[in-house]
């Protein structure tokens, strides 16, 4: 009896032994998981035969259950290198075998497969060609081909324009010349947009040109002037055959301009004669009578808008001036009151307005604001494109509403058809933007562009849509054409410096893989140099009911037995499956002094056990010595 359990105690102290030697051995395994020993004890009794003070027949190992508690995390250079913190398992593909294992020392194969280092393909959920992740679950395989350029076909732009920023263009119309006969007596009166109150105007009594002009200068916003011209049908034959007879009277509102005619023998000599007089309102000069027949005449000009008469040898002329007037744009418009023939009230209504410092995206003068960035064409070619702000006068009477005018440059190229109608962006009391052409999304659909090269010709990428198509927002993918949305939907207007908070497009040029990235939730990311990044897929974890019940099968990975179940896979970091750390591996989670400890105990279990069977051996001799 005593020799057997002795040898029972030898045997089960052997694969001690063996149990702690191996957890030594794999101390710097990546993702090993320690064993320990289970011991029963045996007792030799029958059926229903139990004594009161049964013998027992030495130990039994009964398993070498393995720990799958946590080990410690270690970083490392490898992007790929991954440890999983908390439970799972990494799901490999051996051939057609599927195994576990917590080792994520992974790296890429000749065919771009992630394999660890036997060459097991790690499994995972696959994404597709836009970077969206499936529920399909194979192997995990990195694309290394460019990615594709992508045409821009949203921009949004969140800008803050500067309400404090003053009005640039100055709009004004343009009315005349008119003939002095043709508005005297007149009576009308000026309203205006900006809370100005309405100015009569009454021509009743103006003998000049001049005066009118004065009177309309005192009205608000309008500003005129009066110039009296008169041509003198005279030529050099004319002079020459008066002789000392010619003579030349010049009156100034019925006041005669004294002149030395006692010289002139020409038109250049008169013209002389007049440039020289003491009045610097009066001028004169030679110009062609516009007959077409090449005849010169002498012009007369008075720049003040004074009636002028004149009379000369063989003829006279009188003339009573016209009067140019320009109307600023604060005025609404301008009514008739009475008068005989409301001339001026019809022209103003009908004549065109003048931008005198119109926008010119050259000059940083005739614009508040700009901000620029890089577009996309289908060919993954960088257009840039420029945002050009004009602060304009308020609406209405001002209060409550601000205006903005907005125009737009592709590559030095006016587009949106702005350099014709710009857009305009209206804001409320409160800065917050209401609409951009009467459009509360704050939407722009430039439909218009042609993409160029440096030369300023098509480059080959796509063009607009066809005339009368039909252009739909957002844009639908794929796109056919260079149309996109520029969004400003976050436009402010505050009291603070213009500031571009965030711009955003959706294109991008052609890029070639550059590094990988992996997340929390074990997606895979590669990046390109373009510096966009695409999903590539996601690692798969496995979780057991019974982890205890996998069987190790070597390579640091185990198999599904039917202690353990059917394996439960996912996704990192949901349910009950652990997240994932990327560069990084779990080191073993052998206690290396925890088991040396353990050696020693073994040892002596086995040179106890060893004494067991010795001791026996010499009583056993003592009985043989008998005699």
């Not at 594709?148 to 732009?157: G, V």
């Not at 430039?446 to 005339?467: M, R």
């Not at 999903?535 to 019940?549: C, E, K, P, R, Y």
């Amino acid at each position: 009896m005593a020799f057997n359990t002795g040898l029972s105690g030898l045997r089960a102290a052997a694969v001690d032994l063996d149990v702690t030697g191996n957890n030594i051995a794999n101390a710097s395994t990546v993702g090993f998981k320690g064993s320990r020993v289970q011991f029963g004890d045996l007792y030799a009794s029958g059926f229903l035969s139990s004594g009161s003070n049964p013998i027992g027949d030495g130990v039994n190992v009964q398993d070498v259950k393995q720990s799958f508690g946590q080990g410690n995390i270690s970083f490392t250079d490898n992007g790929l290198d991954m440890a999983i913190e908390g439970d799972g398992f990494f799901v490999l593909n051996n051939g057609g075998e599927t195994r576990y294992s917590r080792a994520g020392q992974f790296t890429i194969d000749k065919d771009g497969f992630v394999v660890n280092n036997q060459s097991m393909r790690v499994q995972g959920y696959t994404a597709d060609g836009d970077g969206n992740l499936s529920g399909i679950r194979g192997d995990l395989e990195i694309t290394t081909d460019n990615l594709a350029p992508r045409r821009t076909t949203n921009l949004r732009s969140e800008l803050n324009l500067d309400s404090r920023e003053s009005v640039l263009e100055s709009r004004v119309r343009d009315v005349g010349p008119l003939a002095f006969g043709d508005v005297k007596d007149e009576q009308f009166e000026v309203t205006y947009t900006d809370g100005t109150p309405a100015y009569s105007v009454n021509l009743t009594g103006a003998t000049t040109a001049r005066e009118i002009a004065g009177k309309l200068t005192d009205a608000p916003g309008l500003s005129a002037s009066a110039t009296t011209t008169a041509n003198v049908a005279l030529t050099d034959a004319d002079i020459a055959a008066a002789g000392t007879g010619f003579s030349f009277d010049l009156k100034i509102n019925n006041a005669s301009l004294q002149l030395d005619t006692s010289n002139v023998n020409s038109l250049e000599d008169l013209k002389a004669a007049i440039n020289d007089s003491s009045d610097t309102a009066i001028s004169a000069a030679i110009v062609d009578d516009g007959t077409g027949t090449n005849t010169s005449v002498l012009r007369v000009s008075h720049n003040q808008g004074e009636n002028l008469d004149i009379t000369y040898t063989g003829g006279s002329v009188s003339e009573t001036g016209d009067i140019n007037v320009t109307g600023d744009r604060t005025i609404a418009g301008v009514a008739a009151t009475g008068g005989p023939g409301n001339n001026f009230a019809t022209e103003y209504g009908q004549s065109p307005i003048r931008i005198t410092n119109e926008f010119n995206p050259q000059d940083q003068r005739t614009y508040n604001h700009a901000t620029s960035t890089s577009i996309f064409d289908s060919l993954g070619n960088s257009h840039e494109l420029t945002q050009f702000f004009v602060k304009e006068p308020s609406p209405g009477n001002g209060v409550g509403v601000s205006e903005w005018s907005i125009y737009l440059q592709i590559d030095g190229e006016m587009v949106a058809d702005t350099d014709a109608t710009p857009y305009t962006a209206r804001f409320d009391q409160d800065g917050t933007l209401q609409s951009v052409n009467g459009d509360a999304s704050g939407e722009i659909v430039i439909t218009d562009w042609v993409p160029k090269d440096k030369n300023g010709q098509p480059n080959g990428a796509d063009g607009p849509p066809a005339a009368g198509a039909a252009v739909t927002t957002p844009i639908p993918d794929p796109p056919t054409t260079s149309a996109f949305v520029l969004s400003l939907g976050d436009t402010t207007q505050y009291g603070a410096t213009f500031g571009v908070d965030d711009q955003r497009q959706n294109g991008y040029t052609t890029g070639r893989l550059s590094g990988l990235d992996v997340s929390g939730q074990g997606v895979l990311f590669a990046r390109y140099t373009n510096g966009q990044s695409t999903a590539l897929g996601q690692v798969a974890l496995a979780s057991f009911s019974n982890t205890d019940g996998l069987s190790p099968v070597g390579d640091t990975s185990w198999v599904e037995t039917f202690e353990s179940g059917q394996p439960v896979i996912g996704k990192p970091d949901t349910g009950t499956l652990g997240g994932i750390k990327s560069s990084s591996v779990e080191e073993s989670n052998v206690d290396l002094s925890g088991e040396l400890v353990n050696l020693i105990i073994a040892q002596r279990n086995y040179q106890a056990n060893a004494k067991t069977i010795e001791t026996s051996d010499a009583v056993t001799q003592t009985i043989i010595n008998l005699r």
